[in-house]
């Protein structure tokens, strides 16, 4: 087995209060010239503000570009070049969900090397970028830490995965308490991302040591506290185990790679706006369970961490028990499929090859125990639609 190549930001603060030491590490740093990216809701409910008062304080200056869209697109990364170019910045502050935080890491290739986003699209790699340094607000995307972006292209609404050490911010500050906020819908869209995160990167092709005993805290962590997140959005305990949970996962698949759920969701987002963290917990329990009896033995050790089947169970027992326990979590979240997100049947029915071909071009199929073909993408496409 080859060596396992593992990338982190150089630093990561995490726990309560941590995103107020920003002015700390632009100064660990050596930066002193940062654009703050983030999207309106956080520019209109002070988050923005806050987080800029112990620079203003300072004397550090910090415009904001707060036009940041869900599934940003190469407009939006445009229009946050075009005001970064205007000015003399060193880096950039990231705030928001993976929306914010995979535009600054767009910009800051863009405003690097010049040229276009799908310059830089898979199979390319991204080596070098301006700093950016990240401060999710959402506990899910685990974008803080990853060394990819994915930005559709407006022309063609493909969504690009971009990959490559330029895109692992320089610092992540992890603050739980910036999801205390977080509507239930969010919570729960963005902690099942989370959980697909650590599921995918245990089962991976590409998994390795040190992303498995992560990928199982996590697991364990999302499946003790996502429900109470939810269900009593003002519990801190729960709160904090997810955001920390979501950073984790986040570390999991940038160091091992996620699989088909997440490259059979960049096309719904992509084709019919679906949030992302939402595609994936729409995919999630039939992907599984079309893929469970490739890994048995992987499968179940997830089941068994997250308290869905006893030492006792054989692995074929407790893969299918997790199956089960996948289906129940998103029942009890009141995840939607297509048809109740609001989907025309007849658009998702004409365009499954699409879907497929965009799948398989991401990539992460590959990764998956079972490889699936273009038929089985079609085929598994329909068992979501009818599920």
Known sequence: MAPASIHLPRILRIGAGASATLLDTLSELGLARPLLVTDPFLAECGFAERLLQPLMRAGVACPVFAECVPDPTT????????????????????????SSLD????????????????????????????????????????????????????????????????????????????TLSMPRRLTADTGLDSLCHALEAYVSRKANAFTDSIALTALASISQHLRTACDDPDNRGAREAMMLAATQGGIAFANASVTLIHGMSRPLGALFHVPHGLSNAMLLPEVTAWSVGHAPQRYAECARVMGLAQARDSDTQAADRLVAGLHQLTADLEVPGPRAWGIAEEHWFANLDTMAAQALASGSPGNNP??????????????????
């Open 75 to 98: 407009d939006s990364v445009a229009a946050c070049l075009s005001q970064l170019r205007s000015g003399d910045f060193d880096c950039l502050v990231a705030l928001g969900g993976g």
């Open 103 to 178: 535009t600054a890491k767009a910009v800051s290739v863009l405003a690097l090397h010049g040229g276009a986003m799908r310059d830089f699209a898979v199979p390319a790699t991204v080596t070098t970028g301006l700093p950016v340094i990240a401060i999710p607000t959402t506990a899910g995307t685990g974008a803080e830490v990853t060394r990819a972006a994915v930005i559709t292209d407006t022309l063609t609404q493909e969504k690009m995965l971009c990959m490559g050490l330029g895109l692992v911010p320089v610092a992540a500050l992890v603050d739980f308490e910036l």
């Open 370 to 387: 079972r490889v699936p073909e273009a038929t089985d993408i079609v085929a598994l496409y329909r068992r979501v639609w009818a599920a």
